[in-house]
């Protein structure tokens, strides 16, 4: 369905000169030309509409979010194992420090085969992003050898592959596995991208500063053709002040996806901590996938 004309709005501008028209309590986004307006798709005419539209960013002060983590190697004698790269407990930040990135490939650098920079989703010790209009910030690699973030954080949100090194090929990825950890010792880990992955496959995501976020739609599943199997895996909810809970547990078999959906969804403050966290496994070697889709809402939006 189209923006509706004939339907009443208004226009709104903003500060810095954007554009916005604002039609059943929802803000549209203007592209350039005016007219384009037409082809917007509409929201609030049913939820899929409204997810499709944040998805597009065409709703002002919400954004979509997608976490999809792994662990490669779950035992029974290990749980509990929090769903990220390296497994076992993820190791929540304490407090905000200077940060690091390095890979475990030489190739990963400006001159290498492999990726130059990364980019990554930090927030400050208030939880804040690095930015209102940007919350990336970019890294540089220097293979092997550890490189200084700007900065002091206490939470990485996502992690992705930027740019390519002068000698990649057309079509490239990182060849090691890329570490974000902090810059003293014992350089605790706390972020991986695994070799040829190009992202962070970790389910650990916070609410920044000034957002709430709806977690409404997630999904579970044993890899690697391992039917023969199963494990519990729980949601994992930390407030601000450290203490945490495990709310939502379920059975995951092998061989087939579970996918868990909710509107409205399950909706979280600023500060919040939420990801997966594997409390039971009938097998060694398990290898399993947890994630989940969201929407970001500002504090300031009804």
């Given at each position: ?6 339907q ?9 000169g ?9 803000l549209?986004?203007?592209f ?24 597009f960013?065409?709703?002002e002060?919400?954004r979509?979010i ?11 004698l290990t ?17 905000a420090?200077?940060l690091r ?6 190739e990963?650098?400006p ?12 927030l400050d ?19 092997t ?5 700007a ?7 996502d ?31 706390r972020t991986?991208i695994p070799?040829?992955t ?14 709430r976020l ?5 999904v ?27 709310p ?5 078999v ?13 909706v ?10 594997v ?6 070697n398990?290898?399993?996938t ?6 970001l809402?500002?504090?300031d939006r009804?």
């Amino acid at each position: 369905m189209a923006f509706d004309l004939a339907q009443p709005f208004a226009t709104v501008v903003a500060a810095n000169g954007q554009v916005f028209r604002l039609q059943n309590d929802i803000l549209y986004k203007n592209f350039p030309p005016f007219a384009q307006v037409n082809d917007l798709p509409a929201v609030g005419t049913t939820a899929a509409d409204h997810a499709r539209a944040v998805g597009f960013g065409q709703v002002e002060g919400h954004r979509r979010i997608a976490v999809l983590g792994n662990v490669t190697d779950i035992d029974t004698l290990t749980v509990p194992e929090d769903v990220w790269p390296s497994g076992g407990v993820y190791p929540w930040i304490p407090s905000a420090r200077a940060l690091r990135v390095r890979s475990s490939s030489p190739e990963d650098s400006p001159t290498g085969t492999g990726v130059a920079s990364i980019s990554f989703q930090p927030l400050d010790a208030s939880y804040a992003e690095a930015s209102p209009t940007n919350p990336s910030v970019t890294a540089a690699l220097n293979g092997t050898t550890p490189v200084a973030v700007a900065g002091t954080w206490l939470r990485i949100n996502d992690g992705v592959i930027a740019s390519k090194g002068s000698n990649a090929p057309a079509f490239a990825t990182n060849v090691g596995d890329i570490f974000i950890e902090d810059a003293d010792a014992p350089n605790t880990v706390r972020t991986i991208i695994p070799a040829g992955t190009g992202f962070a496959r970790q389910s650990q995501f916070t609410v920044p500063l000034g957002w709430r976020l709806s977690v409404e739609s997630q999904v579970f599943c044993i890899n690697r053709s391992q039917p023969n199997r199963d494990l519990t895996v729980s949601t994992y909810v930390q407030t601000s002040s450290g203490l945490y809970r495990l709310p939502l547990e379920l059975s995951v078999v092998g061989g087939q996806v579970y996918r868990h959906d909710g509107l409205p969804g399950v909706v979280l403050p600023e500060k919040t901590d939420f990801g997966y966290r594997v409390v039971y496994c009938s097998n060694d070697n398990t290898n399993f996938t947890a994630g989940f889709l969201a929407t970001l809402k500002k504090n300031d939006r009804s």
